[in-house]
């Protein structure tokens, strides 16, 4: 195989809803396609942070042999801000849709992580022809009766803006807060592109976008995974605030097998973008025993 790994090209995806954007990672003609030939991963919001986290990790699949696409939901990353009614989890997946309607393509693989793994199980429950394996990443399992009280307990309000900007302090201070408990070791002092771009990001859905607490609360999750048929892969790390529920996803999903990564998820530790290997070897791994014709 050769060292050139392929490019990332990046756009945008017209829906009714307003524009997705996406990334995506071609394998080059000089690369083995055997095993994987015409074989599309497409990863969708593994954290907040949307997918500026997976700029090692498109190429490198993309190295092996896989058309690998990344998309950031309505209102995550660099994609157009939600507009209209509440949106639930099947509003996301209708408009997702669109975009793999768009793109042409049938995921073969549909990586989703934390909140967009409630928007994978329902993609996978559709049954779209092609979908033959799904991943889910630190996947929220909120107990009926949490939900419930989230539900009664009521929207939070925004928060209100002011000209001395005390408000960009404390959205950054929740930012920085959520980084370390997802990498403990992170330290600032000295320039970070990582830390800047997660930033960036995060701050583009707490600042400008409504709360998904009831979109969370109001899907009835624990009725949906007993009725995944996919071949899936549930994966977490010792450091994800959703760690709480891994077994009980893995527990829950009849043709599930499980990977944690102990301490920091490669992904998650913003200080060493070298350890993505380590995820796509993980992924690697599971497509390359599921995705077989």
Sequence with gaps: ????????????????????????????HSQPR??????????????????????????????????????????????????????????????MEQVFDQLGVAPDGL??????????????????????????EGMPFIPPETRKANLAGGTPPPMIWDEAGSHAVEYWKTAYKLMKILDPDLQLGVP?????EAYIAYQEVRCFEPSTMEAAASYEIEK?????????????????????????????????????????HPLHELSRPDRAHEYVEQLQQFFSEVLTD
């Design 1 to 28: 195989m050769s060292n050139i790994l392929p490019k990332i090209s990046k756009g945008y995806v017209e829906t009714d809803r307003g524009l997705i954007h996406i990334q995506q990672s071609i394998p080059l």
């Design 34 to 95: 055997q095993s994987v030939a015409d074989k599309t991963l497409v990863f969708i919001n593994i954290t907040s942070f949307g997918g500026v986290l997976l700029d090692r990790v498109l190429p490198a699949l993309a190295g092996l042999g896989y058309r690998t696409i990344a998309a950031d939901m309505m209102g995550y990353g660099r994609s157009d801000k939600r507009s209209g009614s509440t949106w639930y989890i099947e509003t996301w997946a209708d408009n």
């Design 111 to 136: 990586i989703c992580g934390h909140f967009a793994a409630l928007l994978g199980v329902e993609l996978a429950l559709r049954q779209r022809p092609g979908m033959k394996a799904l991943v889910l």
């Design 192 to 196: 970070n592109q990582k830390v800047r």
């Design 224 to 264: 949906k995974v007993s009725q995944i048929t996919l071949p899936t892969l549930v994966m977490c790390s010792d450091t994800d605030w959703n760690l709480k529920y891994h077994d009980q996803v893995k527990a829950a999903i009849p043709n599930s097998r499980e990977h944690r990564f102990k301490g920091i």
